[in-house]
């Protein structure tokens, strides 16, 4: 079978259905299909994050996408609701708090200058002003924290699932079929996809937003992407004793990081493992890794019952660990939006735009990504993010 579109997204998740919404919001008048092979969103990486929309980055265009991010955040459930009913996604604005040792610290001033020249409401605290937001807190190998107040965490499967009903309901058709390939012309010119049941779905704009799935996905076609699948687990636990107030997300010295969900709390931790396709999560990892980290600095924590946990996967850029957005150099047609490297769900309101604005007009207006082009790699014009949680 053959099927003609304008505009074909692989991948359904939020940075494909925020450019799926954005493209159709804004005047794009083509047809657009979304290929998503997982109908479930079961190993979809957007509902197994931790949610969280954070301003504190070390580079301009993460921070500027950040911004935007928050602003659309702060209206969704109203501005995403359809007929009249809200998109709810329990967005909380409790804030980031990194937890900072003397050196962290001074690394971060330059972070913390771009931050605040940009507009970000960015505050150094002492020990005892960490204090006024986390009481239980053990500070005392803590020189400072840095905390932004209008940051916070949210559902992420709802805004993914926003998304996508927005952008079904402005005539986005999603088919949950696998993409097993990319195609092009003899000209080598984008031609459009072929699935696994053998379908050949034609279009002249094809989008690879299948996140870390993305890099096996181009070389297909022979086109360098270098993203690789990178496993990143979550636990949901139980604290003994509750905190007196909501927590902030906390990113603590040790890279462990934490906030509630609920009345309960999840935690996780960046850890080196081989680049894989791998769901599975370990309690001993929990236990060896995150839960001594936790109850060094939180006597609530010091007893816990864990609930369940799960693993998702990065995105990851190899490279620079930076969004890579915009026009593939090798494929004419051929778009990409992709490693994010966990920053994905904060950064798709922004990528959302930037893409519909890129094929409708040409051109970036609302936030200039062009710095996160896939044809940085060959030009060694990288985008180095420090700020990786």
């Not at 997982?38 to 301009?60: C, N, V």
């Not at 960015?122 to 053990?138: K, S």
């Not at 559902?155 to 092009?184: C, F, N, R």
């Not at 990851?316 to 920053?343: C, L």
């Amino acid at each position: 079978m053959e099927d003609r579109r304008d505009l074909i997204i692989v991948g359904g998740g939020v940075i494909a259905s925020s450019i799926a919404y954005n493209l159709l919001h804004d005047g794009y008048t083509g047809s657009v299909l979304v290929l998503e092979k997982d109908p479930l969103y079961e190993y979809a990486s957007t509902p197994r994050s931790a949610g969280g929309i954070r301003q504190i980055f070390s580079t301009r265009v993460n921070i500027e996408m950040s911004q935007y991010g928050l602003s659309v955040y702060q209206r969704f459930a109203q501005e995403m609701g359809i007929n009249g009913e809200p998109t709810e996604i329990d967005f909380k604005q409790r804030g980031y708090l990194f937890l900072l040792t003397q050196e962290m610290l001074t690394a971060m001033q330059p972070q913390i200058q771009l931050q605040k020249s940009l507009g970000v409401d960015v505050q150094v605290l002492t020990p005892q002003e960490t204090l006024g937001l986390i009481p239980e807190l053990n500070t005392a190998d803590l020189a400072a924290s840095v905390f932004s107040p209008k940051d916070g965490y949210m559902d992420p499967y709802s805004v993914m699932q926003g998304y996508i009903k927005q952008a079904k309901h402005l005539g986005a058709q999603y088919v949950y079929e696998t993409v097993t390939s990319l195609a092009v012309d003899e000209q080598g010119r984008m031609l459009g996809v072929k699935t696994q049941g053998g379908d050949l779905y034609r279009a002249p704009i094809v989008i690879n937003a299948c996140g870390a799935w993305s890099g096996d996905l181009s070389q297909t076609i022979g086109a360098n992407l270098p993203v690789k699948p990178l496993r990143r687990q979550v636990f949901h636990f139980d604290p003994a004793i509750p905190l007196k107030k909501p927590l902030p997300l906390v990113v603590d010295k040790s890279g462990v990081y934490f906030r509630h969900e609920g009345p309960k709390v999840i935690a996780g931790l960046s850890n080196d493992v081989p680049y894989a396709y791998d769901f599975h999560w370990e309690k001993s990892f929990f236990e060896s890794e995150i839960w001594p980290v936790l109850a060094d600095r939180c006597p609530n924590f010091e007893r816990v019952k864990l609930e369940r946990g799960w693993a998702g996967l990065y995105d990851y850029n190899v490279v620079d660990h930076n969004g890579i957005v915009g026009a593939h150099p090798q494929v004419e047609g051929y778009y990409v939006a992709t490693g994010f490297s966990g920053h994905g769900l904060q950064h798709a309101p922004a990528v959302g735009k930037s893409m519909s604005e890129l094929i409708r007009l040409g051109r970036f207006e609302t936030v200039d990504v062009s710095v996160l082009s896939p044809a940085r790699f060959a030009t060694h014009r990288l985008v180095v993010e420090d700020a990786i949680v």
